[in-house]
């Protein structure tokens, strides 16, 4: 059974840079056959897909945070990461990884738990 | 970007009741339309996609339905361990989107 563990800082001050970490337990993202990615909630709102990777480094993100984010893969250590630029109080919210299968990068199968990065100075 | 409309945002139902949800797409996304389930501090559950699929594992109790624009997820013989929040999800395109969520409670 694929597990999927966000980890990074849980704090992280305004205009300053976020960066998540996703490990993935059970499975390979090196794979050909699956999609990876980031999605949001902010407290008490719904949720908001962020982007995806495949390992082979292509990428697709929401045009609404484009221009501030970057989703990257490392193979050697079966991870795939988020980095969120110029944060702000915005950004504040539990940032889940996913996976999905591919030909249906839609459908996220498995989820981490989630990890609660808060933007405050 | 496509805007999901759920409904209601909170119900109460008792053990053994039947539950519906609905979920409305501001456009035509023919059945791709996912379900999941999400209960406190936990990661979402994928219940059910591309609208009438039934996830592996998950209970027969629940179904979904519907194409276009409009669907409904339904919890047939409600249990108590279906309390949770249910969000719906359109994957017809990116961004993909989700309903703002139903929080289900159990009397």
């Known amino acids: 059974q694929v597990q999927l563990q966000e980890s990074g800082p849980g704090l992280v001050k305004p205009s300053e840079t976020l960066s998540l970490t996703c490990t993935v337990s059970?499975?390979?993202?090196?794979?050909?056959?699956?999609?990876w990615s980031w999605i949001r909630q902010p407290p008490g709102k719904g949720l908001e897909w962020i982007g995806y990777i495949y390992y082979s480094g292509s990428t697709n993100y929401n045009p609404s945070l484009k221009s501030r984010v970057t989703i990257s893969v490392d193979t050697s250590k079966n991870q795939f990461s988020l980095t969120l630029s110029s944060v702000t109080a915005a950004d504040t919210a539990v940032y889940h990884c996913?996976?999905?299968?591919?030909?249906?990068?839609?459908?996220?199968?498995?989820w981490g738990q989630g990890t609660l990065v808060t933007v405050s100075s | 970007d496509i805007q999901m409309t759920q409904s209601p945002s909170s119900l109460s139902a008792s053990v053994g009741d039947r539950v519906t949800i609905t979920c409305r797409a501001s456009?035509?996304?023919?059945?791709?339309l996912n379900w999941y389930q999400q209960k406190p501090g936990k990661a979402p559950n994928l219940l059910i996609y591309?609208?009438?699929s039934l996830e592996s594992g998950v209970p027969s109790r629940f179904s979904g339905s519907g194409s276009g624009t409009d669907f409904t997820l339904a919890i047939s013989s409600l249990q108590p361990e279906d309390s949770a929040t249910y969000f719906c999800?359109?994957?017809?395109?990116?961004?993909?989107?989700f309903g703002q969520g139903t929080n289900l409670e159990i009397k």
């Open positions: 591309a609208a009438s």
């Open positions: 059970g499975g390979s993202v090196s794979s050909g056959s699956y999609y």
């Open positions: 996913a996976r999905a299968s591919y030909g249906h990068t839609g459908i996220l199968h498995y």
């Open positions: 456009q035509s996304i023919s059945t791709y």
């Open positions: 999800q359109q994957n017809y395109n990116t961004p993909y989107t």
